[in-house]
């Protein structure tokens, strides 16, 4: 009887090591980059969260696809590539500031969600090799926006901001530049130190807390444990962070050398709740549905191709809108590269923050985009400091991208071998 | 009281056979109608009239007319039979394993208020109404008188309330008027079993109509208010339970009486030589497990296995030929047999004509020489051409012993190199045949191996068999749905059924002994 208990232990071990493996894996290797580049706390803390901001609605783009059981969205490419040709059809109108970049959302808005429905329209033909279909689909788009951009561009379609032609007036410049006022104009908008942002949003969150409690109590319902559980533990974040602040100097100068832009963060969270908004309503239901079981959603009379579609477009549009936050942050793209790598990187840091093709939330979002691109950041310091060479963490960056790919795939695998070993296990 | 349904004279083939032949029955509100049947007597191609299923459109639609509430009509898709009451609880449970119990009993009818968003956009950004679902889905259990935690994923759940649930999910659409129930019983535990058809009353007594299609006689009797027995088509029987008991319904569904003299091996005796011996077999064979299967084969003799669909009869077969994960113990010609790895049995002498003969019995792509030789090759290394550490395929060494095989089965060719994938059924599965016999095995195993086929096809490989078995003393075991089929052939038939061995009769025991033991009540001797 012992010997089934510890073996029932050691099942339940060995799963929540596989189900965390990516993860762990790589906070080890970012614990151990952070101690062997030997950079000043301020210039980590500050890169890391300026790439939060640029990256993290590409990866929240991923998400619904997920719920609807089509694995990661690899087309998301196209929704990057509307991006771009908004942001160059407004250039083309020498637009500037924050209206070149309204402007350049609103192309790119029916772009995307053409897009999407053609790329759901073929999921829907492919169904179960959503994923490879995806890959490949970004790169025969690739080909087309190559075409249009580079050979059409001058000679059929007119261009008439000469500026962005090449000297014999055929194909678009590249790298294309967004001017002085248009480069982060969403982020100029309101910066703030990050010490004064983390105390602002811990409040807010405190405040939500409270203020739900206070609802109930208005209304007489019962108080439940999520709430009281989640005011406490915001109280308690808060007086830790106070304590961090108060107890470090070079903690605190760190977060206050760096800082935040608010718009963008705002357009994070608003990213963020219409996702937590549309996992409550009938569409995110269905949507759930679809991707548990196929053939009993449509039993059931959900027309599940037409959610397909439907997720796949939210998911394109919102990579539209991610690239545009990234383009906007960084301040030029190379016009005919920049959209090739956003959906491995993208799905290379889901994957990092632990989710699977089957399972994603905005945790795994956040923690992945944290740990995915510290990597980023100090793996070519880490080999410098190392091996003397740069070129080494650059090589291992690149490599431990498409690595992270092929075992969390790998894994996913294998985890479902384990379960039906444990399912068998169980049935004696 | 008005009838609810009316099964109007229905008529439905299938390419010219004939499997529906002038069903006609009436249902009232609040009854309990059974269906009994052998496989393949016709009530899952009734029950897909019914609910409109694409396989009928597709095969020329049926004839007669379903008059419902009083009007005929013509059932499109599953759709038409929900918007008109008709709902159906499956054998295999469609419930999402991720969701909870209220939202599978709620799916797709959930509850809805209306957004900030839903008031300018599409009605799909309206938000669930949690509190008002759970409410709902308890209430619908609470009606069948069960206590389950709305809340709790399906996943949690004992497999006995997922059958529960799947019928409350039913009874909460308020236009039910009648439920089908596809063999509820089959996965549930006695206890269970009880609880359901207390449950099922319940819902009867609502003035719900209930079709009941069951294999559990002792259900049937309890349960129905009356009873209609399906045989090859033909409806045979439609009284009132209490006119009736349990052995005049197991006599009526194997019906056909048997000729004495069309039985090739009654009472043929043979000496306790044991060639097999089969102990505490458990496969687990996906929608055929068996748990515990136990069985004699005797050298010489043709074994049949017998039983209904989905009670483990095929795994036993495919357990020892290491097609799927089993536990327990097989001793061949008393030696034991490691039957988990692939090729042992072969190698041992046994062959096998799997069920499967486009998955696993045939290469179809291949010509018919390649195909008849291809285990031959593998187990006893003949047709080969050896150089040193490679070999090769030697067409001309096989070709004698192929086209031999092809006259002897009369296999309908064009010669040894005809793709296999070109010809019927019926030479498909004498190709098979011929692969196994040219291994030279000792025992043969033949799953279903008239299924598919026409019936000249069919005799002439039951005739083999038995050929065989006479002139060269090959020992048979043969799985078959087809009972008649084994008693012709057969010197003794086991009956699997709930994935153990119920019985053991002779070929020429009476049909009742067989249906009962079909049925899970134990009887007959060895």
Known sequence: MSSEKTSKAGVFVKKLLINNAVTLLFFVICIAGIILADQPMSYIIGEISSRLFRNLILILALLVPVWAGMGMNFSIVLGAMAAQIGIIVSTNFSLSGIACLVVSFLVSIPLSLLFGNLTGRLFNQTKGQEMITGMILGFFAKGIYDLVFMFLCGPVIPVRNESLLLTNGIGLTTPINLDNATKSAINKIWMVSLDKAVYGVLFLILLFFAARMMGKMIKKQKISGRESSGLLASVLVLAVFYLLCRSSETFLFALRFTDVPIATGILIVIVCIYITFLSKTKLGSDIHAVGQSMPIAVSMGIPADKIRITAIMISTLLAALGQLIFIQDIGNFTTYTAHENVGTFSIAALLVGGASIKKANIGHAILGALLFHTMFIISPLAGKNLFDNAQLGEYFRVFVCYAVIAVALALHAWKSVLARRVEEGEEE | ?526
């Open chain 2, 1 to 526: 009281m008005d009838t609810l349904l009316h099964f109007k004279n229905i008529k439905k083939s299938f390419s010219g056979n004939v499997v529906l032949d002038g069903v006609d029955f009436k249902i009232q509100p609040g009854q309990i109608v059974a269906l009994a049947g052998e496989n393949g007597a016709g009530k899952s191609t009734l029950m897909n009239i019914l609910f409109g299923m694409n396989v009928i459109a597709e095969t020329g639609g049926y004839e007669g007319e379903i008059i419902f509430e009083g009007k005929s009509v013509k059932v499109q898709s599953p759709l038409d039979a929900m918007e008109l009451g008709i709902g159906m609880v499956h054998q295999e449970f469609m419930l999402l394993p991720g969701f909870t119990v209220a939202r599978n009993i709620k799916l797709n009818r959930e509850n809805l208020i209306p957004s900030l968003i839903s008031r300018i956009t599409p009605k799909s950004y309206q938000m669930l109404d949690n509190p008002q679902i759970i409410k709902e889905a308890a209430g619908a259990l609470g009606r069948l008188g069960m206590e389950i935690n709305p809340e709790v994923t399906v996943d949690k759940l004992p497999v006995g309330h997922m059958q529960f649930v799947e019928i409350a999910r039913e009874i909460d659409k308020s236009n039910l008027k009648l439920l089908v129930l596809d063999e509820p019983t089959a996965v549930l535990t006695e206890s269970e079993a009880e609880r359901f058809l207390k449950c099922i009353r319940k819902v009867a007594d609502a003035g719900i109509a209930v079709i009941f299609i069951s294999h559990r006689l002792d259900e049937v009797i309890q349960l129905a208010d009356s009873v209609v027995i399906l045989r090859d088509g033909q409806m045979v029987f439609d009284e009132k339970t209490e006119n009736t008991d349990k052995h005049q319904i197991a006599e009526l569904m194997v019906g056909r009486k048997l000729e004495a003299e069309s039985l090739m091996n009654v009472n043929r005796s043979f000496e306790e030589d044991i060639i097999l011996e089969i102990k505490h077999l458990r496969v687990n064979m996906p929608g055929e497990r068996s748990r515990d299967v136990s069985l004699k084969v005797r050298r010489g003799e043709i074994l049949g296995i017998g039983g209904l669909a989905g009670h483990g009869k095929t795994s036993i077969s495919n357990g020892i030929f290491g097609m799927y994960p089993a536990r327990g113990s097989v001793h061949y010609k008393g030696r034991p047999l490691s039957f988990g790895k692939i090729g042992e049995a072969l190698n041992q002498g046994m062959a096998f004509v799997s069920e499967d003969r486009k998955g696993v019995g045939l290469l179809l792509n291949e010509s018919i020489a390649l195909n008849m030789v291809y285990t031959d090759m593998k187990v006893n290394r003949r047709f080969l051409k050896k150089y040193g550490f490679f070999s090769q395929f030697d067409k001309k060494s096989a070709r004698e012993v192929v086209e031999q095989m092809i006259q002897e089965l009369d296999i309908r060719c064009t010669g040894p190199d005809q793709i296999v994938g070109r010809l019927s059924g019926g030479n498909q599965q004498k190709v098979c045949m011929a692969r196994a016999l040219i291994t030279k095995p000792e025992l043969l195993f033949v799953s279903e191996p008239t299924r598919g086929i026409d019936i000249g096809a069919k005799q002439l490989l039951l005739n083999y068999l038995v050929k065989i078995n006479k002139e060269q003393g090959i020992t048979i075991v043969v799985t078959s749905s087809e009972l008649n089929e084994l008693r012709t052939i057969c010197d003794r038939i086991a009956i699997i059924g709930s994935g153990v061995v119920q019985g053991i009769l002779a070929p020429d025991a009476p049909n009742v002994d067989f249906a009962l033991l079909m049925s899970g009540e134990k009887g007959g001797n060895t």
